[in-house]
Every structure is written in C-alpha cells, then in structure tokens.
C-alpha cells in the first residue's frame, strides 16, 4: 500500500513569508496529486489538483510542483488567511490517499 | 453551483451500523464521470477515504474498510447513501461527503473532491 508522509508536521511562521510543505510516497505516484487547504471546524477546501493547477479562485501565491515521489507546496507570501491545516492528497489504482497534514500556525 | 449536505444519526452505539445520507444538488449522478465519494475526519486527526460512488454504480473502497462498508445510490436520484457497520469508539468522526470527477474530465480537477458537504460528527458511544 502507498503512505503518504509531510513534512514538516508543523510548521511556525510569519506573514510575508515563503512557506514550503513536501508530501513523499513510499513508492511512484500518479499525475493525480492534490492539495487541501482546512481551516477548524470547516470541510477541506481544493487548493491545486494535477500537481500544479489552481482550482479556480485560489490565489496565485499557492503553486504546486514534483513528481515521482516527493511533491511540494509552496505559498510565496503568507497571508493572514493562510493559517491552516493543508493535506495532500493522492490517487492511484482507485484508492484515495490523503497525507497526515501539515499545520501553519502564526510565530 | 455544487451543493452536498450530510445527514443521520450523530450518536450511536457501538455494534451497530451507521448509515448516513448525502443530500446534494448542482450535477447529476447520471453524467459520464461523476462520483460521491465519503471521507471521515476523527477529531484532531486527519482525512480518511473511505469510499466512492460514481455515475456508472462502480464502487471503490477504502481497502482497510472494505469488509464494513457500502455506498449506494439513493431512493432519490439526488441522494447517495453511507452504510458502515459494527461500528466501534475509533470510528468517531466527521464524515463529509464530496463531489468527485473520474474518467471524463479533461481539462478539469480529476480525481479529486472539489466540492464538500459541511460534515456531520459522529461520535460512538454506549
């Protein structure tokens, strides 16, 4: 079976920074990679899909990139609104797989 | 505009079967690469596929899960139905529904859930 792993698990920073989360597979993933953005006590919310497409409306400081095991997600310049829980997620052989999460919280 | 809405009983106890229904409006479950999927949330913890439904009644499954769960087509061509049973403590959550895309969509967000349900808290209990 393929885990996912993110990291790092939490990560503390400020607003205006660059901020990169890593989501690594135990083996090679497909093109169907996605990101989520969740903030508490709300449903996860599509960031990028494909690897690197901006599902319509979400701000271009979020980009997607990677391939084969290890994909990144970057936000160029954090804003207030960015702090949050963001999941990746995969699809492969029709089983979904999400990573366990990485929490951006306010230094 | 892509709607879903989770419903059913937000206690129950252990043993038994949870079934949950997915109200949702905005797309039709007939057209060529729709699907529904569940996914659960424990508290504090992270997201969990549980399964999917898609317009053509193939079904996928979570493979750890597989042996407790079903997903149908509702009563109502607008509704998707959730049975888990034996259900135990561990099984507290969130459960959200979300619309899903395979197959037919070009160009589009494939293999993902683009739209969700607000989440229904399930806890397990005696």
């Known amino acids: 079976d393929i885990q996912l792993t993110q990291s790092p698990s939490f990560l503390s920073a400020s607003v205006g920074d660059r901020v990169t989360i890593t989501c690594r597979a135990s083996?090679?993933?497909?093109?169907?990679l996605a990101w989520y953005q969740q903030k508490p006590g709300t449903a996860p919310k599509l960031l990028i899909y494909?690897?690197?497409t901006l599902q319509s409306g979400v701000p271009s400081r979020f980009s997607g990139s990677g391939s084969g095991t290890e994909f990144t997600l970057t936000i160029s310049s954090l804003q207030p609104e960015d702090f949050a829980t963001y999941y990746c997620?995969?699809?492969?052989?029709?089983?979904?797989?999400f990573g366990p999460g990485t929490k951006v919280e306010i230094k | 505009q892509i709607t879903l809405k989770e419903s059913g009983p937000t206690l129950v106890k252990p043993t038994q079967t949870l079934t949950l229904t997915c109200t949702f409006s905005?797309?039709?479950?007939?057209?060529?690469?729709?699907?529904v999927a569940w996914i659960r949330q424990p508290p504090g913890k992270a997201l969990e596929w549980l399964g999917i439904?898609?317009?053509?009644?193939?079904?996928r499954y979570s493979p750890s899960l597989k042996s407790r769960l079903t997903v149908t087509k509702g009563t109502s061509k607008n509704q998707v139905v959730l049975k888990m049973t034996n259900m135990d403590p561990v099984d507290t959550a969130t459960y959200y529904c979300?619309?899903?895309?395979?197959?037919?969509?070009?160009?589009?967000?494939?293999?993902?859930?683009?739209?969700w349900g607000q989440g229904l808290l399930v806890t397990v209990s005696s």
């Open positions: 905005g797309f039709s479950l007939s057209t060529s690469g729709a699907g």
């Open positions: 439904i898609y317009w053509d009644e193939d079904k």
């Open positions: 083996q090679g993933l497909s093109t169907y």
């Open positions: 997620q995969q699809f492969k052989n029709f089983v979904f797989i």
């Open positions: 979300a619309h899903s895309l395979f197959g037919y969509c070009s160009g589009s967000s494939c293999a993902t859930f683009d739209n």
């Open positions: 494909g690897i690197s």
